[in-house]
């Protein structure tokens, strides 16, 4: 048996929506049809995005967080609507299975499709399996990961490693040498770099994150008649002026934006990289090699981030640095080292890459195929 028809539910945050909207692409690629079953108060934006790539879509009724009493009866009605759309969407769609990307927002479209009888496939992006998906291993054929889990005793069904799936443009750009992605760097926004500086690339996620652009400023302001470095620093929206600010008149090469679509470039031409260790990011800079310094967000649900993290670290990819202690004093000290030992950035970024899987998203769809083979 083929699969060619995969309902997905991937509501939520961007970090289920867009690993689903992978997997989705590239079944797609290989001549299969995918639907997006979304949920959540990104919904509505996350069926543009998909349907710009041609990925058919449905934004659920919403169903916010149960948190509460307050939220119980919203939860319980949303829980409803969204069960009732999921059971129309899966008649009329007619999948052999279901994969769901994690997030309580899954829970209509996995129980509608146990109701009609459909497979359920799950996947974690994190290396802390979170608590849907621990909870709606019970039901399911397999729970595939992006990382080792540090926990997959906690779940009721087989686990896997099959990588995190990354978006196509991403994947096709791992092996970007660093001269051509600074050339295009330079290109697209006027900038000079120069090729036999180290570069350090900043970024705090989608939303970036206000400790970085504080701190990094102030650390790089006091290193720079020291070392030699030039800086790409994506601030997050809203953020780029207090940032600017922050690093005022400078001596070094310095690209200082909101955010970039082209994630490919900024990762291709750094030597160093500062940022959060979502699961998308922590795959990206195995994927492309990419030395770091990890600061989790230390406000992440079960501090899934801390996991993500310690797989690089582990693996001597990468620093290790708790949110608390990242300081301009702390992070001035750790620029200055690693700066002044090119070998020991190589070997980060060698620690990192032996942890990449690469086309994680044809990899999954591959372990759906031959689980689906074995069905009775």
Avoid at 120 to 125: A, E, K, N, T, Y
Wanted: aromatic residues 6%.
């Amino acid at each position: 048996m083929k699969l060619e028809r995969l309902a997905i539910t991937c509501g939520g945050t961007g970090g289920h929506f867009y690993p689903g909207l992978s997997v989705a692409r590239a079944l797609r690629a290989g001549g299969g049809e995918a639907l997006l079953l979304l949920s959540g108060v990104n919904a509505p934006r996350q069926k543009e995005i998909a349907e710009s790539y041609g990925v058919p879509a449905v934004a659920l009724p919403r169903m916010p967080s149960p948190r509460g009493i307050g939220t119980a009866f919203a939860f319980g009605f949303g829980a409803l609507g969204g069960l009732g759309a999921s059971l129309r969407e899966l008649k009329r769609f007619r999948p052999q299975a279901l994969l769901g990307m994690g997030s309580f927002t899954s829970l209509p479209p996995i129980l509608a499709a146990h109701l009609r009888g459909i497979p359920v496939f799950l996947h974690d992006g994190n290396a802390r399996i979170g608590k849907a998906n621990r909870f709606f291993s019970s039901g399911a054929k397999l729970l595939a990961t992006a990382f080792p889990p540090c926990n997959a005793d906690k779940c009721r069904c087989e686990v896997l490693v099959t990588g995190m799936p990354l978006r196509p443009e991403l994947e096709a750009a791992a092996g970007i040498s660093r001269a051509e992605a600074m050339a295009e760097l330079e290109r697209l926004f006027e900038v000079k770099l120069e090729s036999e500086v180290p570069t350090i690339l900043v970024f705090g996620g989608s939303q970036g994150a206000a400790i970085f652009n504080a701190a990094v400023p102030a650390a790089l302001k006091r290193l720079q008649g020291r070392r030699r470095f030039q800086l790409l620093h994506l601030a997050g929206p809203g953020k780029l002026e207090a940032t600017k600010q922050a690093y005022g008149e400078v001596s070094f090469p310095l690209l200082l934006l909101e955010s970039s679509g082209r994630m490919e470039l900024f990762l291709g031409a750094a030597d160093l990289v500062v940022c959060r260790s979502g699961g998308s990011t922590v795959a990206e800079l195995a994927r492309f090699g990419k030395a770091s310094v990890l600061i989790p967000y230390p406000f992440a649900a079960e501090h899934h981030q801390d996991d993500n993290a310690r797989v690089l670290e582990r693996a001597g990819g990468a620093e290790f640095l708790p949110n608390a202690e990242c300081s301009p004093e702390r992070l001035e000290a750790l620029f200055d080292r690693l700066l002044a030992a090119p070998e020991t950035l190589a070997g980060l970024g060698r620690g990192a890459a032996a942890c990449a899987v690469p086309d994680a998203a044809g990899r999954l769809i591959a372990e759906l195929t031959n689980r689906l083979r074995e069905q009775p």
